[in-house]
């Protein structure tokens, strides 16, 4: 089993950056691709980023590319997103997942899955 633990969520203004962090225990050397997701109220978990531990190349959805970086430790246990120029459409629960697959996956079939951080982008 992978737990992973989101932390970082909180409530900022327009414009304003936040770091996400992603801290992964238990059997971390079965993941080789860690995601971020987020969901607003009323709509469907979305692919916001992902990193393949085996290329370190990421992907990114089209609505935080150029704004939204995803990196990790060395030491494989610990993912950031580091989101800049909030807007207050990218309110919502951001989730941390991972899964075995050796490549960037956009679909919210990951296997772990941690329980989220609230950001909320309000002036």
């Known amino acids: 089993q992978v737990q992973l633990v989101e932390s970082g969520g909180r409530l900022v203004q327009p414009g304003d950056s936040l770091r996400l962090s992603c801290a992964a225990s238990g059997r971390t050397f079965s993941t080789n691709t860690v995601g971020w997701f987020r969901q607003a109220p009323g709509k469907e978990r979305g692919f916001v980023a992902a990193?393949?531990?085996?290329?370190?190349?990421?992907g990114y959805s089209d609505s935080v590319k150029g704004r939204f970086t995803i990196s990790r430790s060395n030491a494989k246990a610990t993912v950031y997103l580091q989101m800049n120029s909030l807007k207050p459409e990218d309110t919502a629960v951001y989730y941390c997942?991972?899964?075995?697959?050796?490549?960037?996956?956009?679909?919210?079939?990951?296997?772990?899955w941690g329980k989220g951080t609230q950001v909320t982008v309000s002036s």
């Open positions: 990193i393949s531990w085996s290329d370190g190349l990421p």
């Open positions: 997942a991972a899964d075995s697959r050796p490549y960037v996956i956009r679909s919210a079939t990951y296997t772990y």
